[in-house]
């Protein structure tokens, strides 16, 4: 260390500053350590460097820094189906006690047979009757609490890990990355929206208010003097494809600056926030590991991305190819 | 200034650890300088410096520190009728040209020869005619630039003064305050949604994804290739009532520690956030200044506050004195 400088501001304060340099360069160096450096890193780097540049002409104010994330496939895996269905299907099998009349009556019957493709056979009348019987009827409190207690319990058919251990490692970082830089990040989801907050905050360090996602009617009640909120069996709202601009009008009441999607899901939140004025971002990832994940895209029935392929291509979205641009997958892998 | 200080520090140091000095002394002394030293102002006191003591029992984190707000009556001023009603009105008039037939038809015809009593008899159908033909028809971009339009150039009918100028200062600091504190601020009005978040963050530094009222439904659209969202004809969500705290588990998802209302539309959310359990806080403004304002409670069309006067008593909220409480009522009263 320079004599002289040790001299003149003392042996701490060159310590601080010597370690502030340290941790500066260290950020500089790279906020994304889980990307590899390819394309789709440097897009997002340079778009977030253009718009957090005080005087600069793409100069965007914190205010106006949205950024929405789908969550099932952008966020954490989505295969061999989604979460949200995974812990439907545990809830019948929880509840079947109660319900002896299930063992006749289908989709339940299936289901409780471990034949969730027969279950699922009835279309979207058996996959509603599944959704109603586990996520309505009961409190807002206690619905909550069933799925605290779900997620930190339940595990992957395939990888026996908890859900919450199968979140993608670049994208928490992303998301760290972009609040670091004066970001408000928000979840915009075709999941329940219920299904979602209570773990949100804990592993994305979303916050509930800032969590977007399909809902059933709530209704308020007085029982015992004391207000509840009770979940009815009635569809409220659907949080995709066309819905996810109407879902973000909604709550959030302004256009995103970037919108990172992996589905056709996406696709109408892509696009209504890369047609806002000045500059805007979209991205795509791309599921194409099918060794660490899985490989997917235009003829999945789950997460199915065609058009937004295409789309992205015409449109200048940033795609990004997992196998290629993602160092590391879960976070458990994280060297 | 002590001499030794001076020499120490440096004449600019000393300026500046002064000046920090005298502000905090002055933010520590008063905090809401335009409430009176009365129970309201030293029960909300009270409350904040309870919750955000670190250590103490009733600590809340920053992130659970929500405090939700009616907008009509607690934020701004709410007589002679609802300030969205005289801007429905006002569009009335503006769009009349375009419309010759409303001059023989109902509500429209009383409207335009200025009976606006004549016009409302029509009861809840003829209001909701007037709020969708002013409020539906249009891009969510155009709805939020007429709004802003209007709100940038009309005055108010008695006052003659902008309606962003008959907010109420107590308010302001109230909201600073909280925010200063480490509070979120909602906004959770029976009002339109979308005609508070064009002004909203400007008045009140609330921002947009911030604000929950009553809605009605969008839908995405594509127009020349590129993506709109069109305001239909049709009721999405009533933020009144037992509304409120459906509103607030929709957007928020979580339940407020603090509320203020100050009418029985506000009954519900003040109920809902005082039964969560720890530290919770409940306060109506009752109106009761008909010299610098409006006095008005239980028997008023507009603001009612009757059942919400009692239940304030039974359940310890706190009741706002407008007269007695509030040393100044505007901003432009200030001294």
Redesign the interface.
């Known amino acids: 260390m320079d004599r002289a400088i040790t001299r003149r501001f003392g042996t701490a304060a060159a310590l601080i500053s010597v370690l502030a340099f340290v941790t500066t360069v260290a950020q500089a160096a790279d906020p994304l350590p889980s990307w590899n450096d390819g394309r789709a890193k440097q897009a997002i780097v340079a778009f977030v460097a253009k718009v957090t540049k005080e005087g600069a002409p793409d100069f965007v104010p914190p205010?106006a820094r949205?950024a929405t994330f789908d969550n099932d496939g952008t966020l954490w895996a989505e295969q061999p189906m989604y979460f949200q269905l995974l812990f439907a299907l545990d809830r019948v099998k929880a509840l079947a006690p109660q319900h002896p009349e299930w063992q006749e009556k289908e989709p339940f019957a299936s289901l409780l047979r471990g034949d969730v493709k027969g279950a699922l056979a009835g279309g979207e009348r058996a996959m509603l009757d599944i959704v109603m019987i586990t996520h309505a009827g009961m409190t807002?409190d206690e619905f909550e609490k069933i799925v605290a207690d779900w997620i930190a319990t339940a595990t992957h058919p395939v990888t026996k890990r908890p859900y919450t251990a199968m979140v993608y490692q670049p994208m928490l970082e992303l998301l760290a990355y972009l609040r670091a830089n004066g970001f408000?990040t928000f979840i915009v989801s075709g999941g329940g929206?219920?299904f979602m907050?209570p773990w949100t905050?804990h592993v994305y360090g979303i916050?509930?208010?800032?969590?977007i996602g399909s809902?059933i009617k709530?209704?308020?009640e007085?029982r015992d003097g004391?207000?509840v909120?009770v979940r009815l069996p009635e569809i409220?709202f659907i949080d995709d494809k066309?819905?996810k601009?109407?879902g973000i009008?909604?709550?959030?009441?302004?256009r995103p600056l970037m919108a990172f999607g992996n589905s056709d899901g996406d696709l109408?939140m892509l696009?209504?926030t890369t047609?806002g004025p000045g500059p805007r971002f979209g991205l795509i990832v791309h599921h194409t590991d099918a060794e660490r994940e899985w490989a997917y895209d235009r003829h999945s029935s789950i997460g199915r991305l065609d058009k937004g392929l295409d789309e992205a291509q015409a449109r200048g979205w940033t795609v990004v190819d997992m196998k290629g641009d993602w160092r590391t997958l879960y976070p458990h892998e994280k060297k």
């Open positions: 205010a949205i807002t408000k929206i219920e907050r905050e916050p509930p208010e800032q969590v809902s709530t209704q308020f007085m004391k207000p909120l409220d066309t819905g601009p109407v009008h909604k709550i959030i009441g302004r109408q696009q209504w047609a």
